[in-house]
């Protein structure tokens, strides 16, 4: 039976979700032919991890020049919306050159190749790993070692990747928005759109007065509640909000229209503002 050591593990992180693959890495047709003949594995391993695999015995390693090239690949069509992707042209040919181990940003890392085509339309950049010999030799688990790391015999089939973090961890950061609501009354005549109030329970989002918006598309009886700065896009919900009518100052009194306001979903609704996202609530 053939024990399977891991060579080197890549993880791909997302700042603004837990909840799914943004993208994939599969070998390129190249890499996948190299790593045959040179009697090595590429899998993944677990939500958002992968790893390469070399046979314990047997198994002598790469040579001078050889390249394992992976492609990265777009899982969704929401991707752009979350991601920071400034100055990304989809249709050049980018790439990632990885040497020793460590986190990247994959924005700051990125940089364009001469390259004709993609192997895909979804296709959004390279991963190029150069191994050294030396390399190879620092990954490589000697077998008395394993046993006398863990006597109880479970280190033989453990691999490196069951004991340590990944080698190479890639991180995709969160794009920012300003959050507008619209609040669209039903009843033109129905008088507490001024009177709207916007809060985060947790006090981490701050928004503006209402403004209404005569010139909308939603009719003539449309407010618009603005954040104050630019908030991280999430996948899921983070923020609290509350939606109520002030009916009067003081003492304070609040009627209460919504205790769980959706929070903007990027990519959902189109949104005049630069910057902007948008989510639309009918009352």
Known sequence: MIEWVSLGGIG???EYTNAGEMVELMPLPCTAELMRLRGGLFRKQSHGMWEWLAPREGFH???DGDELILSMRLCRPDFFPY?????????????????????LDVMSSLRPVDEKAKQ???????????????????????????AAEYPAGNGKQASRMDRESCDVTMRFRACSYIW??????????DGCGPRLLLE???QRVLFGSPEVQKESIFGQNAWRIASLESVKAFEQDEYPLILSEVIQSVPPQKRIFDRHLPNPQAGRY?????????QICYM
Request: proline share 4%; glycine share 8%; hydrophobic share 30%.
């Open 12 to 14: 791909v992180r997302y």
């Open 61 to 63: 390693g790469l040579m």
């Open 83 to 103: 991601t920071v992707c400034d100055g990304y042209a989809p249709r050049k040919v980018y790439r990632i050159d990885v040497e020793g181990s460590g986190e």
């Open 120 to 146: 895909c339309t979804n296709e959004f950049c390279r991963i190029v790993w150069s191994p050294r010999k030396q390399w190879y030799e620092e990954k490589k688990i000697p077998l008395d070692q394993d």
């Open 180 to 189: 507008e609501y619209f609040f669209i009354f039903r009843h033109q005549d």
């Open 200 to 202: 985060d329970t947790s």
């Open 270 to 278: 189109s949104s005049d503002s630069v910057g902007g996202v948008r």
